[in-house]
Each structure stands twice: as C-alpha cells, then as structure tokens.
C-alpha cells in the first residue's frame, strides 16, 4: 500500500470504533480444552460459534489454529506464533497481539462490510493476553469439572453484566450447559 493510502486508511482506522469479542466454551473451573482439543461436544456450538464469528477476523494462538486444522471459511484466522518460520493455507501468521489487531482492523477495513467486532478466539494464551480488550464476552458455560487441561484466564464475574441468553439440561454423556452475554461495566483497554 502507499504511504498516501496508509495514511488515509490509517485516519479512517482511527475515526472507526472496533470491538473485540471473546467467544469461548468454558467449564466451572474455567477449563476449556485438554491442550489439543476441547473436551466435550455440545450440539449447536459449531452452529453458534459460526453464526457468532461470520465475517469477523479470528484471533488465535497457534496451537488452537493447529487444533481445528484449517482456515475457517467466511473469517480471517489471524494466528500468533513466535514462530517466524510457521505458514498455513489461509491463515496470516503473527508475532504478537498488537500485531494480531492491526491486521484484524486492516481486513476488516478492506471488507468494507460495516463489521467492526474482531474476535479474540483462544485458547488459554490468547485469552489470557487479548481478555483486557473484550467489551463482551459470548460464553458458554458448561456444567461439568475437568481435573485437567487449559483454563481461560481467572477473571472477576461481578466486573460484568451476565445476561443469561439459553440453558440446555444434561442428556446421557451430554453435560448441561448455557449460553451468556457478559458485557463489561468498565471500558475495555482501547483498541485504536
Ligand atoms: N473451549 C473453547 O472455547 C476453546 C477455544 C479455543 C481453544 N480451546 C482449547 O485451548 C487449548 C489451546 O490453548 P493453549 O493455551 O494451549 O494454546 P493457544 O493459546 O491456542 O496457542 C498458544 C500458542 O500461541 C502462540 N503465542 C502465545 N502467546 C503469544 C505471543 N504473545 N506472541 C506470539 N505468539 C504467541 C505460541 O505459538 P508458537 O508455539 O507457535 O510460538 C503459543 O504456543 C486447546 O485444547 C483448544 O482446544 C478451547
């Protein structure tokens, strides 16, 4: 791009107000994978993940990326890795989150769809890290208590708004679960 264009994009960059969304399926102990893979299937969550991420740019570590497999379509999988080396069909790789947001602010410009929420999309480091910019978290609370694995990072429930959207009942193996909007009450760490 010309520095001219740069500039201009960067003005407009600067005008647009983005929002960075968390979406994530977690336990009661805050549990959301086993290191390679989440640990529980619950009918709906691919339907809800897709219809909460279409359009948007995926932030996400490396090893989450490495756990799905693929470039999901109709997004941008922007994936940090220290890496310098690390490539995938589809995914533009990324040295750090600052990186992460520019890219994500920069595609979702050129889309020029009017979308402005960029999704922080884990797993555990990439919550940890991107989880001070979330105005809002869409979250799915699972009923269940793994021993082990990833935890999303510890965060402080009455900093939120929690409005509870849809709660499904345990069926057979299926633990119960329910989905829920938290808004933060604070301003997220700024974006721009
Ligand atoms: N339940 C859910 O909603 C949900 C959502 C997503 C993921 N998950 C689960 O979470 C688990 C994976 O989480 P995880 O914490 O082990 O890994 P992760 O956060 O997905 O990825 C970690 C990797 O990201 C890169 N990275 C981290 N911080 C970085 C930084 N500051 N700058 C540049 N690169 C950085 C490094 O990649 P390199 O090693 O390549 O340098 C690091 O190894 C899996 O079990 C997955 O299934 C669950």
């Given at each position: 791009m010309k520095a001219s264009m740069k500039k201009q994009a960067n003005n407009f960059?600067?005008?647009?107000s983005f929002h960075m969304v968390c979406v994530v399926a977690m336990a009661k102990n805050r549990v959301i994978g086993d290191g390679n893979d989440l640990l529980w299937q619950l009918p709906g969550d691919l339907k809800r993940v897709?219809?909460?991420?279409?359009?948007?740019?995926l932030i996400m570590g490396r090893r989450t990326f490495d756990s799905i497999g693929r470039a999901l379509p109709g997004r941008l999988s922007v994936v940090m890795t220290r890496d310098k080396r690390w490539r995938a069909d589809g995914a533009v790789p990324v040295a750090s989150?600052?990186?992460a947001i520019d890219v994500a602010k920069d595609w979702l410009i050129e889309q020029k769809l009017g979308e402005n929420r960029i999704i922080l999309f884990g797993g555990g480091q990439i919550y940890k890290a991107g989880l001070p910019y979330c105005k809002t978290i869409e979250a799915?609370?699972?009923?269940a208590e793994p021993s082990v694995g990833v935890k999303f990072p510890a965060f402080?429930?009455?900093?939120?708004?929690?409005?509870?959207?849809q709660q499904f009942a345990a069926e057979g193996d299926m633990p119960g679960f329910s989905y829920h909007h938290l808004t933060r009450k604070r301003d997220a760490l700024s974006l721009n």
């Amino acid at each position: 791009m010309k520095a001219s264009m740069k500039k201009q994009a960067n003005n407009f960059q600067m005008a647009r107000s983005f929002h960075m969304v968390c979406v994530v399926a977690m336990a009661k102990n805050r549990v959301i994978g086993d290191g390679n893979d989440l640990l529980w299937q619950l009918p709906g969550d691919l339907k809800r993940v897709k219809q909460l991420t279409m359009g948007c740019p995926l932030i996400m570590g490396r090893r989450t990326f490495d756990s799905i497999g693929r470039a999901l379509p109709g997004r941008l999988s922007v994936v940090m890795t220290r890496d310098k080396r690390w490539r995938a069909d589809g995914a533009v790789p990324v040295a750090s989150l600052a990186a992460a947001i520019d890219v994500a602010k920069d595609w979702l410009i050129e889309q020029k769809l009017g979308e402005n929420r960029i999704i922080l999309f884990g797993g555990g480091q990439i919550y940890k890290a991107g989880l001070p910019y979330c105005k809002t978290i869409e979250a799915t609370f699972v009923d269940a208590e793994p021993s082990v694995g990833v935890k999303f990072p510890a965060f402080n429930s009455r900093a939120w708004n929690d409005k509870l959207l849809q709660q499904f009942a345990a069926e057979g193996d299926m633990p119960g679960f329910s989905y829920h909007h938290l808004t933060r009450k604070r301003d997220a760490l700024s974006l721009n």
